[in-house]
């Protein structure tokens, strides 16, 4: 991978280390490419965090690489055709997650069993157990190579900024 590309992967890690949400962290570590500042991404992946809003859902590092590949394939105007190729590189990059991780589903990464919780807002608190304990920061780690492994791949216009 080259530098450039592994350098935005450290970043998206980086950015959870601080406090940051696992889709805010992906996408924001991206977004310039498309045009997008750090700060919008954050605040557009500030609501995948702990599986969407904390229900343990979909993993919030996928929602990042869903958030991402809208970016660089997203369609603006509604036809079908660009519908489906968003949704042909959503499934690509969401299935060599799951490959890579076992699942997609926020509670299985984190081994949670059991109903969520309902009406509990309040994000973990960041300190040395909860990364001790949670694999977090690998699975955001893993969904920013994926996408920037398929950027690699594409050579795509956007790489020739970079």
């Not at 605040?43 to 859902?57: A, D, H, T, W």
């Not at 509670?107 to 001790?132: H, M, Q, V």
């Amino acid at each position: 991978m080259n530098q450039e590309l592994e350098k935005r992967v450290q970043r998206a890690v980086s950015l959870f280390m601080e406090g940051y949400g696992c889709g805010q962290s992906v996408a924001a570590a991206f977004a310039d490419l498309y045009g997008f500042t750090e700060k919008q991404a954050l605040k557009l992946g500030s609501g995948f965090g702990g599986g969407v809003g904390k229900m343990r859902m979909m993993c919030g590092a996928v929602s990042g690489l869903v958030i991402l590949a809208g970016m660089a394939e997203g369609n603006e105007e509604p036809s079908r055709e660009g519908k489906a190729e968003c949704y042909k590189v959503v499934q690509e990059l969401v299935e060599s997650f799951r490959k890579e991780n076992g699942s997609i589903v926020c509670a299985e990464l984190l081994g949670l069993k059991g109903p969520i919780p309902k009406g509990d807002f309040t994000p973990s608190e960041r300190n040395a157990r909860y990364y001790e304990i949670r694999p977090c920061a690998a699975k955001v780690e893993s969904a920013a190579r994926i996408f920037a492994e398929w950027l690699e791949g594409k050579n795509d216009k956007f790489l020739k900024i970079i």
